[in-house]
């Protein structure tokens, strides 16, 4: 009788944890606070680390989601550097440069820059945001919200590949969030003015229309979450759209939205188990950006994920 009373107790403990809140462990705060006036984009998540750039300067942050506790790894530059899309990859940052025209590649150690690739020399404003980057078979893939390009950087060469097929570029933001198929063999992007998708093939650029239910305007930062799912984040709408995707990616269907208190324009997302933490921009949101506060924000995968 007392090994049936002892097994019952600790079902009824085990019931009691699973049934727990993501949230309940003081452990893996719900809002990780970045220092003031960060103004961050991208985020990259590798085990319990995570990093974070900055918009104007290119400053690297990495903190702990355990703790929420962190510090500046790179200070970044008052000219000729920004930081958009993060990619973590092998001890390396992957770094969209937005207006600069460039991609840049920092030691996810020590946060020491070692390399610089120039896609697009601008000479004025407005010609060129290189937004995302993804590593994918051997390159890195960096995304121009200005340009019909895709840029893969491949043992230190730059090609520039011309966007074709069914992508048409126009006003504002085109290309921006990009990942891959999780067999690293195509790429997808999200075209954030009309809210499309679409499937790049790596080697040609030439472009799918994935066929969805509804746009997903506003499409920012992508997350593929195994072979069926990805979340779009449509960072003015304060919403990440969960697509359930076709088997041969020519359709997909918006099933849900999330949303969470701490949204404030989130612009990408990166994953922790069935964690998902958003980084805010908060565009517009703020009358000063250089001194307002900016965080992450927790919140749980869709249903079944």
């Known amino acids: 009788m007392r090994r049936i009373t002892l097994l019952a107790a600790w079902i009824a403990v085990a019931a009691a944890i699973l049934a727990a809140p993501l949230g309940a462990s003081s452990s893996f705060p719900e809002k990780i606070a970045l220092p003031d006036g960060f ?118 060469q730059v090609t520039a590949i011309p966007l074709t097929g069914a992508i048409m570029y126009g006003p504002g933001n085109n290309a921006n969030g990009i990942d891959k198929t999780a067999n690293g063999k195509t790429l997808i992007i999200v075209q954030s003015n009309v809210g499309k998708l679409f499937t790049v093939n790596r080697r040609t650029g030439v472009t799918r229309e994935i066929v969805l239910n509804e746009p997903v305007v506003n499409g920012d930062g992508i997350l593929p979450d195994g072979h069926r799912t990805l979340y779009v984040v449509q960072n003015r709408d304060n919403k990440v759209a969960v697509v359930r995707l076709g088997k041969r990616l020519t359709s997909g269907t918006v099933v849900a939205h999330l949303t969470d208190p701490d949204f404030d324009v989130p612009t990408t997302i990166d994953e922790f188990g069935k964690r998902l933490y958003a980084v805010n921009a908060r565009f517009g949101t703020v009358p000063n950006p250089d001194t307002a506060e900016y965080w992450l924000a927790q919140f749980r995968k869709a249903s079944g994920r």
């Not at 992957?94 to 120039?118: E, H, I, M, N």
């Not at 404003?125 to 051997?138: H, K």
């Not at 390159?139 to 893969?152: E, I, K, Q, W």
């Open 39 to 156: 103004r961050p984009e991208g985020v990259a998540i590798k085990g319990h680390t995570f990093y974070v750039g900055s918009i104007p300067t290119g400053a690297i942050y990495r903190g702990d989601l355990r703790t929420g506790e962190g510090s500046i790894i790179n200070p970044g530059a008052t000219t000729g550097r920004a930081s958009i899309g993060v990619e973590y990859h092998r001890g390396l940052l992957f770094v969209a440069g937005g207006p600069t025209g460039k991609g840049f590649v920092y030691s996810a150690r020590t946060g020491d820059l070692l390399a610089t690739y120039t896609f697009f020399t601008p000479t004025g404003p407005g010609q060129t945001f290189v937004n995302d980057v993804v590593v994918a078979r051997g390159g890195a893939y960096f995304t121009d919200s200005v340009r019909p390009f895709l840029y893969r950087v491949s043992r230190g």
